[in-house]
């Protein structure tokens, strides 16, 4: 099967979340099982690119879309990138989605909407690539949501050239977070080129806006999210951002598929970021990852002390209003707490406060790692993602993976991927909250502190987790699933 993963991040060459970690495993995943796969993502400024890199191909303009080439870029895993070039568009400083000051980029529209754009035609009998043609075109979050529209599209009016009988790829849409929708003037409608039908209730509009990710949803041949729970809760007022209606519509094309983790990345035993490499047969050596993080942190040297690590957005989705209403009582415990993350400023202050106050007990660093997000996993005890809501996640994967129970709410993939140890004492992996506020975080961190003061029992927790996979391959399996049942049901 010819694959387009169309996606704004990957990893590790721009990541922002979540997103970027999928985009890098699960095309070379899906490479791996024998099938040609291609990431189509923005040539960004200041990437740092590695492999085999082939011819580009020219991309005329066309109407309100500039000039632009795709460079092709064959990579050690298997895939190859089609990396986006148009520097009006994409070489700036900041981010992929704002700039050096955290402003959204004014043009987000058209820098986005030209990436949806290049994604449907790669699946037409126009594709840029000559001699490649994609048979499913999957797109990633509302930066991509208008590419299942254009597939539509070409498929309503002849393959965009009056020639009907050419065959266009499927489209699925896969939403990694409802809360970001991509949502734009109604007057931008007649520059992205979308037929008029199209721009009502049944279409693109949502509350006299345009919305990206609505019209993925709408157009999209199968619509995926990134873990079973998640895919229910979206259905429902409460989780679904307005757009819980289009959901229940399409019900018969939404299916959940909790993400994986990459296990080569992710791996103790094999892990060069850590201060001691260890597996489940050599747990104790885990200690020395305890001892180097309250070291790096300037914790107390304390190998008693429960560590509890959050490595996270700091927003209260994250829950970490949360974690901050029960740092007394985790203190009052004798535990000691190590963040590692950035985010609403009112949380960081009152984060960085707190390590004022109990400077061998609280560490916060205001920044983003790699290598501390990796010491953190290994070194605590225990991670804390109390999330109000939570698609997936992937650090409760990883710290399971790493003999370091998590403490997490019932929602989401966290609901999918954590087993009680309360609930089930012979199987459980970590601790679920009963409920999502300041008494159900507190009752499960004593239920935390109580089982870590009981080392043959949270021996088991530990083990238990390890034990569990969490790699990509049935994922990718599901995912082959649904990208057979989209082609089916054009």
Same mark, same amino acid.
């Given at each position: 099967m010819n694959i387009l993963f169309a996606t704004p991040e990957c990893a590790p060459y721009v990541k922002t979340g979540g997103l970027g970690d999928v985009s890098a495993a699960l095309p070379a995943t899906l490479a791996s099982m024998g099938h040609d796969v291609r990431v189509?993502? $923005? &040539? +960004?400024?200041?990437m740092k690119i590695s492999g085999e890199v082939g011819d580009a191909a020219d991309i005329p303009a066309y109407g309100p879309w500039p000039a632009a080439q795709l460079l092709p870029v064959r990579s050690d895993n298997g895939v190859t990138l089609l990396l986006l070039a148009c520097p009006a568009l994409y070489q700036r400083p900041g981010g992929p989605y704002v700039d050096s000051g955290g402003r959204d980029y004014h043009d987000n529209l058209m820098r986005f909407g030209f990436l949806s754009r290049i994604a449907a035609l790669l699946g037409t009998r126009h594709s840029p690539c000559a001699d490649?043609? &994609?048979? /499913? /075109?999957? @797109?990633?979050?509302? $930066?991509?949501? !208008? @590419? $299942? !529209? +254009? !597939?539509a599209q070409a498929r309503a009016f002849g393959n965009t050239a009056g020639n009907g009988d050419q065959p266009v790829a499927a489209s699925v849409m896969t939403i990694h977070n409802m809360a970001f929708q991509g949502v734009f003037g109604m007057d931008s409608a007649e520059m992205l080129g979308i037929p008029h039908a199209w721009r009502g209730m049944d279409g693109v509009e949502f509350w006299g806006h345009l919305s990206m990710l609505k019209a993925g949803l709408q157009f999209a041949d199968a619509i995926t999210t990134v873990s079973p729970s998640y895919a229910r809760e979206i259905q429902t007022e409460a989780f679904g951002v307005g757009l819980d209606g289009v959901l229940? @519509?399409? @019900?018969?094309r939404l299916s959940g598929i909790l993400n994986g983790i990459d296990t080569r990345i992710w791996n103790p035993a094999e892990d060069k970021l850590i201060a001691q490499s260890y597996g489940p047969g050599t747990l104790e050596a885990k200690a020395r990852n305890k001892a180097a993080l309250q070291s790096r942190c300037g914790l107390a040297p304390d190998p008693d002390a429960m560590l509890f690590g959050v490595v996270s957005r700091l927003t209260a989705q994250k829950g970490i209003d949360l974690v901050l209403g029960g740092l007394k009582d985790l203190l009052a415990r004798g535990g000691q707490l190590a963040v590692l993350g950035q985010g609403d400023p009112g949380l960081q202050q009152a984060l960085q406060e707190a390590a004022k106050q109990s400077p061998r007990q609280v560490a916060v660093t205001v920044s983003f790692s790699e290598e501390m997000a990796h010491g953190i996993e290994a070194g605590a005890d225990c991670f804390l993602m109390p999330s109000r809501f939570e698609p997936c996640g992937l650090n409760q994967m990883y710290s399971q993976a790493y003999g370091t129970p998590p403490l997490v709410a019932p /929602? *989401? *993939? !966290?609901r999918d991927s954590v087993t009680d140890a309360a609930q089930d004492p012979a199987r459980g992996t970590g601790f679920v909250m009963d409920r999502i506020d300041a008494i159900g975080f507190e009752d499960a961190l004593r239920r935390a502190f109580d089982a870590f003061r009981d080392p043959q029992r949270w021996r088991r927790i530990q083990a238990n987790g390890m034990a569990r996979h969490f790699g990509w391959e049935e994922s990718a399996a599901q995912y082959l699933q649904v990208y057979r049942q989209a082609m089916d049901a054009q």
């Open positions: 189509l993502m $923005p &040539a +960004y400024r200041g490649w043609r &994609a048979d /499913v /075109v999957h @797109a990633n979050d509302w $930066p991509c949501g !208008l @590419a $299942p !529209l +254009y !597939l229940r @519509a399409r @019900a018969d /929602v *989401g *993939g !966290l």
